[in-house]
């Protein structure tokens, strides 16, 4: 189009006011579709410098100054692009797991590499499995000699161990039975499996998205040209 008109796109002051609202624009668009993709900090970095280095390339050749302008445009959107596409029309069956988050914390840790030492702060989600979780409780008579302790845990909760498992006890009542031996007592316990929580760092966007008691369903996708992302579904 700007080659039909013979003029100078530069000069034009509808083009001027998109070239300062472009750059906005770009960060916007990579950082929205970057958030599906749990690239390394390093990856991230080489998305970014990638763009820029294309655009001082096609600088430095001899091309007109119409097609070096719509060129270095280009050369900046190519990977959000091919990005975008690999989401778009990725119609393959998704992983998806299925979560509660029961608790969530922010901590830092120091990190070390040749540059020296520095400090990197992560956003945890503590959850447990909705499959698990679902596991039916039981009743189930024992003995002492059948378990090992029975525990307070979480305030308001106990635990018993029975072969190496931990379950929370529910409930509790004595039977008594009559034998030639007289009276016996034995006790019962109402048992649910105890589901250990689990961290998932995410960052900082999904980890003040998410709140205590929300479920939370990770669908992990091997995308359209193989290059796995991830989408976060939630619900109160």
Request: a positive charge; proline letters at 3%.
């Amino acid at each position: 189009m700007n080659d039909t008109d013979r003029r100078n796109i530069d000069q034009l002051t509808s083009y001027k006011l998109l070239f300062l609202t472009t750059p906005i624009l770009y960060f916007l668009i990579l950082w929205k579709i970057l958030e599906f993709y749990n690239f390394t900090l390093i990856t991230n970095f080489l998305l970014f410098i990638l763009p820029v280095i294309g655009s001082l390339f096609i600088k430095s050749k001899n091309i007109s100054a119409n097609n070096q302008s719509i060129l270095q445009t280009m050369s900046y959107y190519c990977i959000p692009f091919f990005l975008a596409v690999n989401i778009s029309f990725d119609f393959s069956k998704p992983s998806a797991k299925k979560f509660l988050i029961i608790d969530k914390a922010i901590s830092t840790e120091n990190k070390s590499d040749s540059d020296g030492t520095y400090e990197v702060t992560k956003h945890e989600l503590k959850v447990v499995s909705k499959e698990k979780m679902n596991s039916p409780a039981f009743w189930k008579d024992l003995s002492t000699a059948e378990y090992t302790d029975i525990y307070p845990n979480i305030p308001g909760k106990e635990f018993i161990t029975i072969q190496n498992k931990k379950y929370e006890i529910l409930g509790r009542k004595n039977k008594v039975i009559r034998s030639e031996n007289g009276l016996q007592y034995s006790r019962s316990y109402y048992l649910k499996e105890y589901v250990k929580p689990m961290a998932i760092d995410v960052d900082r966007k999904i980890y003040n998205k998410f709140g205590k008691g929300n479920d939370l369903d990770i669908e992990t996708h091997s995308g359209l040209f193989g290059i796995e992302w991830t989408y976060y579904h939630w619900k109160m």
